[in-house]
């Protein structure tokens, strides 16, 4: 077994690992392990062993470490993953039409046929909301550049706030497809883009909606007190009177829970997972209509309840948390695979080998592009190789999927 990482593209070969990144990155800052652990905040012993391979790095160690080192994240996790021939590197063809689409801003695209009406936009790209749900990269990546300069041309035609309200939402899926492949500066200007749409959107939501965008962005980048500040202040802001309200309002503090467990402010972190809960529990099921894709609902609740004790390394409390819990079919494939994968992270800190493996194949099983795209599925992955002496057939041939 290697414990590889399978990415060649990151100047390592195949056998370059999250830890070597690190080192190697501390070493170009003129840092020694303990200089690393004080700019980090982290300890020195955990350094040594995530850069030896003996410990995963998780994100918020990644986040910290990259800030420590003045990189990206995505250089520490070896990201973007890309393959190494057509087939393979298929779902990154289409981040040059997003760059492109973005670029346009409130100029007019030449489109080679005249835009769809705003209805049929509309229909396409609730569409696309499905796929975005269901961790379709690469068929979500292929469709959205052409809507957003379709929708581009009509903002800048007419203006009227419906065509900033549907651009606001095609920016929000290129934000979130660029940050999961790798290009946060992509992403950035992603969530700029849609914060501008807000504005002219005539939907007192969507700016909400964008701090919830930005924050997540922000826990990539290792600033999670800056995401937790501002997903509390305007958590603050969101009017609960309706069950849309509350369905953002209930996201709001999801992300804020989150935040904070990173922060390891573990009093806090459940503070606002409670907040959510309540907000939950306010909606009447009959008037849950969740129009932006929050899925503000019990299941996801739950599933950031055991999130949360993950991030806060209380995996004990995450297992019992999810030891009764069967997300439904209906919960987007993205969640629940996201929550395998936070299963599987605390199994495995908690030694629990075979049940760390059988939580990573379910993940794949629900949404495979994610899955072998995701830094952290990946890096289970590869520390399940180092602690099996006789690989199982079933890593073998997960390792293989993953080699691009």
């Given amino acids: ?25 501390r070493k170009r800052r003129g840092l020694t392990q303990t200089g690393l652990a004080a700019k980090a905040n982290v300890s020195r012993s ?42 393979s590197d298929a779902v990154h063809a289409a981040v040059p039409a997003v760059r492109r689409a973005l670029a346009y801003a409130d100029i007019s695209p030449e489109v080679e046929t005249p835009p769809r009406s705003l209805d049929e936009l509309a229909l396409e790209l609730s569409r696309l909301q499905k796929l975005q749900g269901a961790a379709a990269h690469l ?7 052409a809507i957003t300069e379709e929708l581009t041309v009509h903002t800048v035609e007419s203006g009227v706030p419906r065509s900033w309200r549907l651009l606001n939402r095609a920016y929000a899926m290129a934000a979130s497809l660029t940050r999961r492949l790798g290009y ?6 992603a969530v700029e883009r849609a914060s501008a749409a807000a504005q002219r959107a005539e939907d007192p939501h969507l700016r909400h909606l964008v701090a919830l965008s930005r924050a997540l962005l922000l ?15 305007t958590a603050a802001e969101v009017d609960r009177s309706t069950s849309v309200g509350l ?32 907000a939950v529990a ?7 209509r969740d129009p932006y894709g929050l899925q503000s609902n019990p299941f996801n609740v739950v599933i950031h309840g055991c999130a949360v004790a993950t991030e806060l390394g209380d995996h004990d409390r995450a297992v019992r948390l999810d030891a009764e819990f069967r997300p439904p079919p209906a919960l987007y494939a993205e969640r629940r695979a996201h929550h395998e994968i936070d299963m599987a992270r605390s199994h495995l800190w908690l030694n629990h080998y075979d049940r760390a493996l059988k939580r990573i194949l379910n ?16 890096e289970v992955v590869r520390q399940l190789g180092v602690y099996h002496r006789s690989v199982p057939e079933e890593l073998r041939r997960l390792e293989n999927r993953m080699v691009f």
């Fill in 139 to 145: 068929s979500l990546g292929g469709r959205l550049p």
């Fill in 184 to 189: 946060h500066d992509l992403a950035q200007v």
């Fill in 46 to 87: 955990l350094i040594a062993q995530v850069e030896a391979g003996h410990k995963p790095a998780t994100p918020s160690f990644v986040a910290a470490v990259a800030r420590a080192c003045a990189v990206d994240a995505a250089e520490i996790n070896g990201q973007p993953y890309r393959g190494s021939d057509k087939r």
């Fill in 247 to 278: 369905e953002v309002y209930g996201a709001l503090h999801l992300r804020a829970a989150v935040s904070a467990a990173r922060l390891g402010r573990r009093t806090v972190a459940w503070e606002h997972h409670g907040l959510a809960a309540e």
């Fill in 1 to 25: 077994m290697t414990g590889r990482d399978w990415n060649s593209g990151t100047g390592g070969g195949e056998n370059e690992t999250t830890g070597r990144r690190i080192a190697r990155a």
């Fill in 219 to 233: 826990l990539t980048l290792g600033s999670e007190d800056i995401a937790l500040a501002m997903v509390r202040r």
């Fill in 282 to 288: 306010r909606i009447n099921p009959r008037d849950r």
């Fill in 363 to 378: 993940a794949e099983q629900i949404a495979p592009q994610m899955v072998r795209l995701h830094p952290t599925a990946r």
